[in-house]
């Protein structure tokens, strides 16, 4: 019996865990863009997913790392070669180059964000991606992408799922991996089946931080859909954008317009005059009106 055979449960509870992450009630998620991306979103019928090390907020790429680090540091029931495999891991992987995780050769993970939220004044003031603050969001519905990530056909490597923001639930996974991890690594003699382990488990915990943020991002209420993509893998073609004078690379998913189902201006927006919008979407085969933010804001 090889190491993937013999290993395989924890693959199956990487599934579950990814599963729960997945759940929702809501029924429509939010894209929040500019004038320009929704002209964009709607012409070209698809999707951007951003390389993740190039999100504005660098502190996320290493926060499970931190918490993960404490809970070693602070939980006693580790056994002393498993923590210092962690530790060493996470020092040469993570700490080592600040922003920058050492992932697996040429492997990228791109991220796509949406919202449970509909009319989120931070969401407004963050993305919209204007001056004066105009922008737009995009109901798309929420079963398309469940089935995209989840279903028969779904990618080989793609995740969906809510951000966890509560900090003592992001403990108590990660806390539930360690333990079942550790069990398996105590009953394993073998270096190589050791070090593989560490290497799952590693993996289980990067799938964790797609997923876990700052309390502080709350109000986003965000839900993610994360495709990540090797070299070898090439499924989706990585393209480049620029902002602020960096090159973003990003790669494209393909929907059909009967997923939107919701089109709301941001608070500043004159619905009043929303008629070439209505028109555009109209051309493209989406008939919604444009709904107004009911955030009373008025500069």
């Known amino acids: 019996m090889n190491k993937h ?21 809501a029924d429509i998620l939010y894209h929040y863009t500019s004038p320009e991306g929704l002209k964009s979103i709607v012409e070209t019928n ?23 680090s404490k809970i070693l540091e602070k939980t006693k029931d580790i056994v002393p070669e498993f923590k210092k495999s962690l530790e060493t891991y996470i020092q040469s992987h993570i700490y080592s ?9 040429s492997q990228n993970i791109f991220v796509a964000s949406f919202s449970h939220a509909s009319d989120e004044l931070s969401l407004w003031n963050y993305y919209t991606k204007s001056d004066k603050k105009y922008g737009y969001n995009i109901g798309f519905k929420t079963n398309f992408f469940i089935e995209k990530f989840s279903g028969p056909n779904a990618f080989r490597h793609g995740y969906c799922g809510k951000v966890i923001y509560n900090k003592r639930i992001q403990e108590e996974k990660i806390r539930d991996a360690l333990f079942k991890y550790q069990n398996n690594f105590i009953d394993t003699k073998d270096y190589d089946e050791q070090m593989y382990l560490i290497d799952l488990f590693m993996d289980f915990i990067e799938i964790l931080s797609l997923f876990f943020k700052h309390k502080a991002f709350e109000s986003e209420k965000e839900y993610r859909l994360i495709i990540t993509q090797s070299e070898r893998e090439s499924k989706f073609s990585v393209k480049y954008r620029t902002q602020n004078g960096i090159f ?52």
């Not at 055979?5 to 009630?25: G, N, S």
């Not at 999707?47 to 907020?57: K, P, R």
């Not at 180059?97 to 050769?105: A, L, Q």
């Not at 004159?270 to 009911?294: M, N, P, W, Y």
């Open 97 to 105: 180059r600040p922003f920058k995780i050492d992932r697996k050769p």
């Open 248 to 299: 973003i690379p990003y790669i494209e998913m393909d929907f059909t317009t009967d997923i939107i189902k919701k089109i709301t201006a941001s608070p500043l927006v004159d619905t009043s005059l929303c008629d070439g919008v209505e028109q555009f979407l109209k051309d493209h085969g989406i008939r919604h009106r444009v709904i107004a933010s009911k955030i009373p804001i008025r500069y």
């Open 46 to 68: 698809k999707i951007w997913f951003s390389e993740i090390h190039y999100l504005n907020d660098k502190s996320e790429i290493i926060y499970t790392y931190n918490l993960l």
């Open 5 to 25: 055979q013999k290993f395989r449960p924890f693959y199956y509870f990487l599934d579950t865990v990814a599963h729960e992450l997945q759940l929702t009630d």
